[in-house]
């Protein structure tokens, strides 16, 4: 199940249980467009590769259709997106796309602090992720 939240005019649906982000078409441009981010960058979603299909393939929040593999310009092999094919949007699972903005701008530049403040939790990396369970699973534990 997703939440929209509207955050400065930008919505962004997030998964309840944590999962990741899905952008509709657009929206990232418009994130990167409200916190400078090189126009180069602004049009990410025209320039993905699609990748062969690998394994289970998620399915469109809005259309209900199988999205495809995607990979941005200029980032590791293992950096793999869905893409909606019919053009609804884009899901980052979690920690994509923090992986996504460290690859794309420098760790120096004033666009990616202002973009981790901006999405704070909702776009954690895998190992803040993998911390953030394990103190769940001890807490659940002593409540044993």
């Excluded at 649906?13 to 400078?36: I, M, S």
């Excluded at 990748?51 to 929040?61: E, F, S, Y």
């Excluded at 259709?65 to 793999?80: C, F, K, N, Q």
């Excluded at 869905?82 to 903005?101: I, N, S, T, V, Y």
Aim: glycine residues 6%.
């Amino acid at each position: 199940m997703l939440v929209i939240l509207e955050v400065e005019d930008v919505e962004l649906d997030v998964c309840a249980q944590k999962h990741g982000l899905w952008f509709d078409a657009q929206e990232l441009g418009q994130l990167f467009d409200k916190f400078g981010v090189p126009e180069d960058l602004q049009d990410l979603e025209n320039r993905l590769e699609t990748l062969p299909h690998t394994g289970a393939r998620r399915r469109c929040p809005r259309c209900r259709g199988h999205m495809r593999h995607v990979r941005a310009p200029d980032t590791p092999e293992s950096l793999i997106l869905d893409q909606c094919p019919q053009g609804h949007g884009l899901w980052f699972d979690r920690g994509e796309l923090e992986a996504l903005l460290v690859c794309l701008l420098q760790e120096s530049d004033e666009e990616l602090r202002m973009l981790r403040d901006y999405l704070g939790h909702v776009a954690a990396p895998a190992e803040e992720q993998a911390r953030e369970r394990a103190a769940e699973e001890a807490g659940e534990e002593e409540l044993a």
